[in-house]
């Protein structure tokens, strides 16, 4: 088992940063890989970043590439979502993940098995 906490969630100003933490704790290990999704009201959940703990390699969608910056600090078993220029579009419900995808398929959130409650990012216009 895999527990994890989200926090930095928080209302702010389009054109405005916001830095996301996932803390892992349990059976966190260095085959895994975190991903960041979000989930905005009446909408399907979507895939925004993903990293995997050994090796770093990132990936990320196309709506965030450029203004969104995925990290992790292996010491506090803690990876962090950087977002700037954030816009209406980016609100919604925040959650991290772990599992143990492949590169290919580090995107779907089928691949992921642990989930966090999730934070709340609103962005106003």
């Known amino acids: 088992q895999v527990q994890l906490a989200e926090s930095g969630g928080s209302l702010v100003q389009a054109g405005g940063s916001l830095k996301l933490s996932c803390v892992a704790s349990g059976s966190y290990s260095s085959s895994h890989a975190v991903g960041w999704f979000r989930q905005a009201p009446g909408k399907e959940r979507e895939f925004v970043a993903a990293i995997r703990r050994s090796s770093g390699y990132k990936v990320y969608a196309d709506s965030v590439k450029g203004r969104f910056t995925i990290s992790r600090d292996n010491a506090k078993n803690t990876v962090y979502l950087e977002m700037n220029s954030l816009t209406p579009e980016d609100t919604a419900l925040y959650f991290c993940?772990?599992?143990?995808?492949?590169?290919?398929?580090?995107?779907?959130?089928?691949?992921?098995?642990?989930w966090g409650q999730g934070t709340q990012v609103t962005v106003s216009s």
């Open positions: 993940a772990v599992g143990q995808p492949i590169i290919s398929a580090m995107t779907r959130s089928d691949m992921y098995y642990y």
